[in-house]
């Protein structure tokens, strides 16, 4: 069982931090450790060679819960590294999540190569001081960070990571990363108009116009026509139909905020076919990014028909 109050083997470690956002460092090199939170989705930076140091941030946070930092970072180079200080600092739209808190941390070294993790709330920063680190050497910080229960918003954040060789120091921009970052979001809503509208014909065409109403572009979406057995026939200009289930799919290939396209159906009726009910849906069948309101995603259109001489729409 791994401590959980910051006590790291043969060592002690706690201070004041930050609280209000949630991170998550991780490194995928067969290490383990304690695991007391863990990211839905997640967006990883990585620098240098292959386990040189991995930065994962989680996108999605819950006000009040703990966030994990983990933490790994590995010697590479074919000399000894003095110091190897890890700085992270928050913008200013952290501060609304940003507290001086209770952090605890724990390390998997017993070389001591963790020499202190702080904190501070003023300049928006949490440090980790590593050091002594010969070629090949490997270590491992967990860092536990508490949350605001009234912890909201994104919190922006950029790294540093300062190498200090014999001949001194090596400084290298990690990069930026967000936290709590919304998700691009494409909502694209379905509408559906059929004609004809009078008497005396025997074939009616569906209309259906996508809209993306934002905030992203719709960089890939697909529309799907199903229509019942009393229609036949389909003719659907650049898209592909399958009889046997009765659909039609249409690709509608990138489709920026504010835009439109539409597709169309074309159906007979059968022969034989006496229905006051002829349904035919077109619904969204999938789109990238999200979409953020399934609920306008489809929609529908109802037709009479009078054996195949005859459709009302």
């Known amino acids: 069982m791994f401590p959980t109050t910051g006590i790291a083997p043969g060592r002690a470690h706690r201070t004041s931090v930050v609280s209000g956002l949630l991170l998550a460092l991780l490194v995928a090199a067969g290490l383990a450790g304690p695991q007391r939170a863990a990211a839905e989705e997640a967006t990883t930076i990585t620098i240098g060679q292959p386990g040189h140091i991995t930065l994962t941030a989680s996108r999605t946070v819950a006000p009040g819960a703990e966030a994990l930092l983990d933490l790994v970072y590995t010697n590479t180079s074919d000399r000894r590294i003095e110091t190897a200080p890890l700085t992270i600092t928050f913008a200013p739209e952290a501060d609304g999540s940003l507290d001086a808190g209770d952090l605890s941390w724990w390390s998997s070294d017993v070389e001591g190569h963790t020499r202190a993790v702080t904190g501070d709330t003023a300049s928006r920063t949490v440090t980790v001081d590593w050091g002594d680190f010969d070629p090949g050497d490997t270590n491992r910080t967990l860092i536990y960070l508490p949350f605001k229960t009234t912890a909201s918003g994104q919190v922006p954040l950029h790294a540093t990571l300062t190498e200090n060789f014999g001949d001194g120091p090596v400084t290298t921009d990690l990069g930026d990363l967000t936290i709590n970052e919304t998700p691009p979001a494409a909502d694209l809503a379905v509408s559906l ?37 009393g229609f036949a026939r389909p003719a659907a200009p650049g898209c592909a139909a399958d009889t046997g289930a009765r659909t039609v799919t249409c690709d509608l290939g990138s489709l ?51 054996t195949g001489l005859l459709v009302i729409c």
């Open 193 to 229: 108009a059929a004609s004809p509208k009078g008497l005396g014909v025997v074939y009616a065409t569906f209309t259906a116009t996508v809209t993306n109403r934002g905030p992203a572009t719709a960089t890939a979406a697909r529309l799907r026509f199903t229509y019942p057995a």
């Open 256 to 306: 920026p905020a504010g835009g439109s396209v539409t597709r169309s159906l074309g159906l007979h009726t059968q022969l034989l076919t006496i229905s006051n009910r002829l349904t035919v849906t077109a619904g969204r069948l999938d789109s990238a990014p999200a979409d953020t309101q399934p609920a306008n995603d489809t929609a529908s259109a109802t037709c009479s028909a009078i």
